[in-house]
């Protein structure tokens, strides 16, 4: 029984647990998120430095703080190290065809980073009612929010598109501005990240190894 619990212990820590990190990008000024179908605005968060190579997604969401008017101007998409994208919500309250820029224009109310956001795959609210529901004086209420499926973009998924994905190096976050007049600012996001390290070969050879002293012990007692 002891040389199976010392395996077992020594398979446990090699094998590692799920860690959860958090992290969160404050440019030095406000980054302006140009007007008009300009290009987008980028920023950055590099999850390296705690997770390695091997190290894989099982849960993601972002807190985000942008003062914007017209919140039904803006796309919003978050992308992965490995090159997989989200879109977090798509000009909500316009359900014109991708691209199509005539009226409707989406809904008018405002972010305002005062009302920090959270996008998550659940939550009290759903993204659904971002542009109508949530809004009380004309500005989008803090809570959390499901990527909006109302705006153009029919094809916004959920944040299981990550699972698996590699949990270390860079993501992306990015903001576009497709109609004129109304303006804002990205102040600050966070990154929130549940991943596990990938199983190594001692790992493997552990469990063989349990296996082993478990099979030794029963012809033991034959």
Do not use: C, K
């Amino acid at each position: 029984m002891q040389h199976a619990l010392i395996i077992l212990i020594a398979v446990l820590t090699a094998t590692g647990v799920a860690g959860a990190e958090s992290y969160t990008s404050i440019p030095a000024a406000p980054i302006a998120i140009p007007d008009g179908n300009a290009n987008p605005i980028f920023d950055s968060i590099d999850t390296s430095v705690d997770f390695g190579a091997g190290d894989t997604v099982t849960f993601v969401s972002i807190d985000l703080m942008i003062d914007h008017t017209w919140v039904g101007d803006l796309e919003i998409v978050l992308r992965s190290p490995g090159g997989v994208e989200l879109t977090l919500m798509a000009r909500p309250g316009d359900n014109q065809p991708e691209g199509d820029f005539e009226d409707p224009w989406g809904s008018g109310a405002d972010f305002v980073s005062s009302n920090p956001i959270t996008f998550i795959d659940s939550g009290p609210t759903s993204a659904e009612a971002m542009g109508s529901v949530n809004v009380v004086g004309g500005d989008i209420l803090a809570s959390s929010y499901f990527p909006d499926r109302n705006g153009w973009d029919s094809d916004i998924d959920t944040f299981a598109e990550f699972v698996g994905d590699p949990a270390a190096g860079l993501w992306e976050l990015q903001i576009q501005d497709y109609a004129n007049l109304d303006t804002g600012d990205l102040v600050s996001w966070t990154l929130n990240i549940l991943a596990i390290p990938e199983p190594s070969t001692g790992v493997l050879l552990g469990l063989g190894l349990l296996g082993l002293a478990g099979g030794e012990r029963w012809s033991a007692r034959r």
